[in-house]
């Protein structure tokens, strides 16, 4: 079985300063790790993946997050913070499957933006 | 823009009602996923087509509900004698490419009164 635990429903950063999201999984087989952001009564978009390849993965918008199985923790980061980087993150986790590939996600972190 | 649409965006309904809620891919996509989102949570997998078959059921999926995917390219869900705990933000989320890709749509909310 999979799952994803994102440790805090609320993040608040001021503008310019370094974001932090946490996010760690838990699977029985080498996993997919992503991060999707919602924007209000939107879609999800995805951010990033990790796919087995390179550990340190660079998205959009300028997040990267780094795979770090020791830990079990694929956690996001942006150096600077802007306004427009408000809204809900999700991680979730999946497994390889050249068919069926469902996404188990967390519960999600609301990332507010002060200036 | 992820080029998939869902109609109604916004379906408000009484208990007791039945709702059907579609998904239209743009893009060919073999593969198609449909979500539920309660408020606060992240979405929760329903369901997942291969074409027009229908290889995957959540156990969230009670007999109420029921998916099809004609001809392998739009999708409809339908939630029969809707009940308050219906009340969800509804995703479709067709894949595809060489990572085999979901791609959310903006999703239908569902508010059951």
């Known amino acids: 079985a999979q799952s994803v635990t994102q440790l805090g429903s609320h993040v608040s950063v001021s503008e310019g300063a370094l974001v932090l999201l946490r996010c760690n999984y838990s699977s029985s087989v080498p996993p997919y790790l992503f991060w999707y952001v919602q924007y209000p009564n939107q879609g999800l978009q995805l951010l990033l993946k990790y796919t087995s390849a390179a550990t340190l993965v660079k998205g959009i918008n300028g997040f990267e997050a780094e795979f770090k199985k020791s830990e079990t923790s694929f956690h996001l980061t942006k150096p600077s913070a802007h306004m427009s980087d408000a809204a809900e993150y999700f991680c979730?986790?999946?497994?390889?499957?050249?068919?069926?590939?469902?996404?188990?996600f967390g519960t999600g972190t609301r990332l507010l933006v002060s200036p | 823009d992820t080029g998939v649409s869902q109609n109604p965006r916004h379906k408000i309904t009484k208990r007791g009602q039945n709702v059907t809620f579609r998904c239209d891919p743009i893009s060919e996509h073999n593969r198609l996923y449909w979500y539920r989102q309660t408020l606060g949570q992240g979405p929760e997998f329903l369901t997942y087509?291969?074409?027009?078959?229908?290889?995957?059921k959540s156990r969230l999926l009670s007999d109420r509900f029921s998916a099809e995917r004609p001809k392998g390219s739009f999708s409809t869900l339908e939630i029969q004698r809707t009940e308050q705990g219906d009340s969800a933000m509804y995703l479709c989320?067709?894949?595809?490419?060489?990572?085999?890709?979901?791609?959310f749509g903006p999703g239908t909310r569902l508010t059951v009164l």
């Open positions: 087509f291969q074409n027009e078959a229908q290889l995957e």
């Open positions: 979730a986790v999946s497994f390889m499957n050249t068919g069926f590939q469902k996404l188990v």
């Open positions: 989320c067709p894949a595809g490419g060489q990572d085999n890709e979901q791609f």
